[in-house]
């Protein structure tokens, strides 16, 4: 059609004097202007189809979203979307405005939501209400936004599908971001504009930096591969500029002063990071797999690992001072700055995405673990791995990972990557401290960060009870033990509004039954010595069984690239010149993760003997917030115990699949 219509403006002709919007790439039809007469005005309710809040709610409810969700998806361009606003603040609205109206549906509904679950607010069940009748609205129209080609439309569906992947529909809201990434494409918000309207432009380049976050996020999430490419994108980050969050009378009388808040930043830092470390995203979830072989995978992630661990923090350090996490104050609570407040939640979710990242990179490494304990095979130097396994000798802990001289350039990328996985452990224990911040965990239980929160502090707590099962009589286990009961407490709390929360701290407590057992069965001595054996770089048998009997310390900060490592401070301990973790741990550890799998929900396999029950039977990834559910276009009602089995799935488990290999050619 490009084509088209360059060939067409050659004979002064333009294509919009005949219908193409049957072509792939024609043109739509123009919606009907406002200028086409006051006539044309009509109640909103009866536009949208649906029973809709008066301007006083309307600017309540606004102001709310903008305390609880803006801040961490910033979608919208307050000013643009201020206009917007006034124009239907007396009811009326023309046809046109139709996708706006949408949108401020799915904004009401999430600010209500949000709202409802606040504790000490009154009228709980009629904000509960206009959540379900607002988004009832903004689901029955959602063919007609996704056939509508408009920044509204992209905006619609990223906060409806960041709104139900949090509260009880995964599945649905991955659908919903493949269409917000598709109609961005038809919009060409991934490519540069040089010329237009400033605000129009930097909308564009807001709303395509948060598409781009939430495929990064999604993937991480899902364990599936990445929709869009950083090599088709060349559309600069957002602009810093100030915003002003409020929109009652009373609010904007006495924040008349304030110059507003700057929330654009994170959203340069955030997307950033995920520039960081998208190319070992993309080798993880298997774009390149299927054609690597087994030895060209370990060789180029362990350098592509390294090499983005590096770049990762040095992103942290450069980090602006209004976010970058103090782990060592909690926030006041009897502050009412609204800027330190969103700054304070932004430099949290910078901070549980920069450890989470840290834990998916390293995670294939700890996948690998299975192929090196049987050492005494016939083919023990085919892989680069095995090959740096057994051919350091007298290793020196040291800035350069005491690499051999002799050591091959191979050798030297692999023993730096694996060396380094000790960064695994340090970002839980890193995740794990906002269990030391009840006033922040509490702000951002009132957010839309909670169950972002949840997510990753549960990935962390399954880091924690592997390392605890893969000893569970040692000090360090007993330590973290007790850090995991945090973690299980924040976890409960909110599991009050978050479903994910809710069934994922019930895994947590089942794992910690099964941690319970493991550490009888020990102290009984019921658990059989790890019997990988192994030989070293000089032909005798490596000490496979050697445990660390003093408690090697739990740093609460990361180790940078460039600092040496304490050989006894880390589960992944050099022992008689080896970087790969001992080969009694690594079996532990595979043990450990083998045994996790037993108290993920699935349709196939009965709870693990003596876990702990779960008091709602069997528990679907988010299928039990019975608020939100219901067809496009139905009547809400609560789901039945059929609706919940069919939607048990590992969908947010992938991570700790035992058979996942990080992408890792499996012939």
């Given at each position: 059609m490009g084509i088209a219509r360059k060939m067409c403006k050659l004979g002064s002709e333009h294509m919009n004097t005949y219908a193409t919007s049957a072509i792939p790439d024609g043109e739509h039809p123009s919606p009907p202007s406002r200028s086409d007469g006051a006539h044309a005005r009509i109640p909103i309710s009866t536009l949208v189809g649906g029973r809709f809040p008066d301007q006083q709610i309307i600017h309540s409810l606004v102001e709310e979203y903008f305390e609880t969700v803006h801040w961490f998806s910033l979608v919208v361009c307050e000013r643009r979307f201020r206009r917007s606003l006034s124009s239907v603040n007396d009811g009326y609205a023309n046809p046109s405005d139709a996708p706006f109206l949408?949108?401020?549906?799915?904004?009401?509904?999430?600010?209500?939501?949000?709202?409802?679950?606040?504790?000490?607010?009154?009228?709980?069940?009629?904000?509960?209400?206009?959540?379900?009748?607002?988004?009832?609205?903004?689901?029955?129209?959602?063919?007609?936004?996704?056939?509508?080609?408009?920044?509204?439309?992209?905006?619609?569906?990223?906060?409806?599908?960041?709104?139900?992947?949090?509260?009880?529909?995964?599945?649905?809201?991955?659908?919903?971001?493949?269409?917000?990434?598709?109609?961005?494409?038809?919009?060409?918000?991934?490519?540069?504009?040089?010329?237009?309207?400033?605000?129009?432009?930097e909308e564009r380049k807001r709303v395509w930096w948060t598409v781009y976050t939430w495929d990064r996020f999604a993937s991480i999430c899902y364990g599936r591969p990445m929709t869009i490419n950083d090599e088709d994108c060349d559309v600069e980050m957002p602009t810093e500029f100030a915003e002003y969050p409020y929109f009652m009378q009373e609010s904007m009388d006495q924040h008349r002063r304030d110059r507003g808040i700057v929330y654009s930043r994170y959203q340069t830092e955030l997307s950033t990071l995920y520039r960081i470390a998208s190319p070992a995203l993309r080798q993880i979830f298997g774009f390149l797999s299927p054609r690597l072989s087994k030895q060209r995978f370990e060789t180029e992630y362990a350098s592509l690992?390294?090499?983005?661990?590096?770049?990762?923090?040095?992103?942290?350090?450069?980090?602006?001072?209004?976010?970058?996490?103090?782990?060592?104050?909690?926030?006041?609570?009897?502050?009412?700055?609204?800027?330190?407040?969103?700054?304070?939640?932004?430099?949290?979710?910078?901070?549980?995405?920069?450890?989470?990242?840290?834990?998916?990179?390293?995670?294939?490494?700890?996948?690998?673990?299975?192929?090196?304990?049987?050492?005494?095979?016939?083919?023990?130097?085919?892989?680069?791995?095995?090959?740096?396994?057994?051919?350091?000798?007298?290793?020196?802990?040291?800035?350069?990972?005491?690499?051999?001289?002799?050591?091959?350039?191979?050798?030297?990328?692999?023993?730096?990557?694996?060396?380094?996985?000790?960064?695994?452990?340090n970002a839980a224990m890193g995740t794990t401290r906002i269990t030391e911040l009840p006033n922040?965990?509490?702000?951002?239980?009132?957010?839309?960060?909670?169950?972002?929160?949840?997510?990753?502090?549960?990935?962390?707590?399954?880091?924690?009870?592997?390392?605890?099962?893969?000893?569970?009589?040692?000090?360090?286990?007993?330590?973290?033990?007790?850090?995991?009961?945090?973690?299980?407490?924040?976890?409960?709390?909110?599991?009050?509004?978050?479903?994910?929360?809710?069934?994922?701290?019930?895994?947590?407590?089942?794992?910690?039954?099964?941690?319970?057992?493991r550490e009888g069965d020990a102290m009984l001595g019921r658990l059989a010595p790890a019997t990988a054996q192994g030989r070293d770089g000089r032909g005798g048998l490596a000490r496979h069984e050697q445990m660390a009997t003093s408690a090697p310390t739990l740093s609460t900060a990361h180790p940078r690239p460039d600092e040496a490592q304490d050989p006894g401070s880390g589960f992944f301990s050099p022992v008689d010149g080896q970087v790969w973790p001992n080969v009694g741990v690594a079996q532990r550890l595979n043990e450990s993760l083998a045994s996790v799998q037993h108290a993920f929900p699935t349709t196939q396999e009965p709870p693990i003997p003596g876990a702990m029950p779960s008091a709602h039977g069997n528990m679907a990834m988010f299928g039990e917030d019975t608020a939100m559910h219901g067809g496009l276009g139905g009547e809400y009602t609560a789901p039945v115990e059929g609706h919940e089995t069919e939607n048990l799935s590992n969908e947010f488990f992938w991570l700790w699949d035992v058979n996942w290999g990080g992408g890792y050619p499996q012939t």
């Open positions: 949408t949108l401020l549906s799915i904004i009401l509904a999430m600010a209500a939501w949000y709202r409802s679950k606040r504790a000490g607010v009154a009228n709980c069940q009629e904000w509960q209400q206009w959540t379900k009748d607002l988004l009832h609205i903004v689901e029955t129209r959602m063919v007609y936004i996704m056939d509508d080609r408009s920044i509204a439309a992209v905006q619609t569906c990223i906060l409806l599908g960041s709104h139900l992947v949090y509260h009880g529909r995964p599945n649905l809201a991955f659908a919903l971001l493949g269409a917000a990434i598709k109609i961005s494409h038809a919009l060409g918000l991934h490519r540069h504009i040089a010329q237009g309207d400033a605000e129009d432009i690992a390294s090499e983005v661990t590096a770049k990762l923090f040095a992103w942290r350090d450069q980090l602006p001072p209004q976010l970058v996490l103090d782990l060592d104050r909690d926030y006041r609570p009897e502050n009412s700055d609204t800027q330190l407040r969103a700054h304070l939640l932004q430099s949290l979710s910078l901070q549980l995405t920069f450890d989470n990242l840290l834990i998916v990179l390293y995670r294939p490494f700890l996948a690998r673990q299975v192929d090196h304990l049987s050492m005494e095979s016939a083919n023990l130097h085919d892989s680069p791995l095995q090959h740096a396994l057994l051919s350091r000798n007298s290793p020196e802990p040291c800035a350069s990972d005491s690499v051999s001289p002799h050591a091959s350039g191979n050798d030297q990328i692999v023993n730096h990557a694996i060396g380094r996985s000790e960064y695994w452990l922040l965990a509490g702000l951002a239980k009132d957010s839309h960060l909670i169950t972002f929160m949840a997510i990753n502090v549960f990935h962390a707590g399954i880091v924690l009870i592997l390392l605890a099962l893969s000893d569970p009589l040692s000090d360090r286990a007993q330590r973290l033990k007790r850090i995991v009961s945090r973690v299980l407490h924040l976890q409960q709390e909110m599991g009050e509004q978050s479903a994910l929360s809710r069934q994922s701290g019930m895994v947590l407590q089942n794992l910690v039954a099964l941690l319970v057992k």
